[in-house]
């Protein structure tokens, strides 16, 4: 018998619910719908996912929680480079997009299917990012786009939708949000410009904060395992008890612009306050601890790798060799960190560790030192600059 099953990435949205309709009516292929929740997801927006899934006509919906693995397969590296895209995004959705992949390139495998599906229009990275990861892990898998491919307007979605009796709210949202356990991104209007901010409303968690707050964060081997003093049975818990902390205060928002995969510009609002905490205090803890050495070479890597991530690279092995680096620099990164919050801004006060390098048996910076004497800086300085003096001296450079 022809295998005519199509594992679908579902949403429950407009897209995809013109896929599961399109998949079906059209195609008469079987539609197994997933959702991998990543973090962004109550049991009760899930359940809600399910029931419209079935009542488009699925034979099957699957609901896979991949908050963890997301976490022990990526976010943990994001923290131990301190990886922000062009030094603003913590590369919420991106990140997210490739897990998500992966798992429905396994669901798909498990189950046969001679078809996988997703509802990326031909507008943006998604597209790349899920291709990309089912060509690799799934190569004889056919993949199925209906929305790119027949270059559907919303209008048309929704038309097509009503002449098949599907009774859903189609009022688009005013903004388009996407929310994870590492950030949430807002699209609008004013995204599609360069110039216009997001408005206040267009953030999903208001600011309802208004007297500051301290918060220590405990760190082990670079893994936020702890927050004033109390110790979470997981980094994810810890992860998203800091972030129904911070959230209210409105820290974490910002505008990132970037180069899309696809060679045009892109402008995404978001709102991550517990990465971008995390990320900062994780970095100073850094910068007590490791050498100055330990911290350029593992920046160089860092923006690397964050850029290959972006790009839906993930499972390039040199993505694996990185990672081992960056794991290894971590040894010593524990301590704590006391972080001040307050309306649309966090501050880094301080650190405590046994490993601070920042230790006054050796001297304290502009005061005394202990390890050296004068005449031991006299001789370094001269040494030290010796073949800049040489090349001065035979080129004959005026200064």
């Known amino acids: 018998m022809e295998n005519k099953k199509v594992v679908l990435a579902f949403s429950g949205g407009l897209d995809t619910s013109f896929c599961v309709k399109h998949l079906k009516e059209d195609k008469g292929l079987e539609v197994h719908s997933v959702i991998v929740n990543?973090?962004?997801?109550?049991?009760e927006?899930?359940?809600?996912?399910?029931?419209?899934?079935?009542?488009?006509?699925?034979?099957e919906h699957t609901t896979l929680d991949e908050t963890e693995n997301y976490y022990q397969s990526c976010i943990k590296y994001l923290i131990f480079g301190n990886v922000l895209k062009n030094n603003t995004y913590p590369l919420s959705v991106s990140a997210e997009r490739i897990t998500q992949a992966m798992a429905i390139a396994k669901q798909a495998k498990a189950k046969g299917a001679a078809y996988v599906a997703h509802g990326s229009t031909g507008a943006g990275n998604d597209q790349v990012r899920f291709d990309m990861i089912f060509h690799i892990m799934i190569p004889d898998v056919q993949i199925l786009t209906p929305i790119r491919d027949m270059k559907l307007s919303r209008e048309e979605e929704i038309e097509y939708l009503k002449k098949h009796g599907v009774e859903m709210d189609f009022q688009k949202a005013q903004y388009s949000i996407n929310k994870g356990i590492w950030g949430t991104?807002?699209?609008?209007?004013?995204?599609?410009?360069?110039?216009?901010?997001?408005?206040?409303?267009?953030?999903?968690t208001q600011v309802t904060k208004e007297q500051p707050e301290r918060?220590?964060?405990?760190?082990?081997?670079?893994?936020?395992?702890?927050?004033?003093?109390?110790?979470?049975?997981?980094?994810?818990?810890?992860?998203?008890?800091?972030?129904e902390m911070a959230a209210p205060f409105g820290i974490g928002r910002d505008i990132h612009v970037g180069d899309t995969i696809i060679g045009i510009k892109g402008r995404v609002g978001f709102e991550a306050a517990a990465p971008m905490v995390i990320i900062k205090a994780h970095h100073a803890l850094e910068k007590h601890v490791l050498t100055k050495w330990q911290l350029y070479w593992k920046e160089q890597l860092a923006s690397w790798y964050g850029n290959w991530l972006h790009e839906g690279q993930f499972v390039d092995p040199t993505m694996r060799n990185i990672e081992s680096f960056m794991q290894e620099t971590q040894q010593n990164v524990t301590g704590k960190v006391h972080v001040l919050l307050a309306p649309y801004r966090f501050q880094v006060e301080g650190i405590e560790s046994e490993y601070d390098l920042m230790s006054s048996k050796f001297g304290s910076y502009g005061e005394m030192n202990k390890g050296?004497?004068?005449?031991?800086?006299?001789?370094?300085s001269k040494i030290f600059g010796n073949q800049a003096m040489m090349y001065h001296k035979i080129n004959g450079t005026e200064f």
């Open 185 to 204: 991104s807002v699209g609008g209007k004013e995204t599609l410009t360069s110039h216009l901010p997001l408005p206040e409303e267009a953030y999903p």
């Open 372 to 380: 050296w004497s004068g005449d031991d800086v006299k001789g370094f």
């Open 38 to 43: 990543t973090g962004g997801f109550s049991e």
């Open 45 to 59: 927006e899930l359940q809600g996912i399910e029931r419209r899934a079935y009542a488009l006509g699925v034979k």
């Open 215 to 243: 918060v220590t964060l405990q760190f082990e081997k670079g893994e936020l395992v702890g927050l004033n003093g109390e110790t979470f049975e997981s980094p994810v818990k810890a992860i998203q008890a800091l972030q």
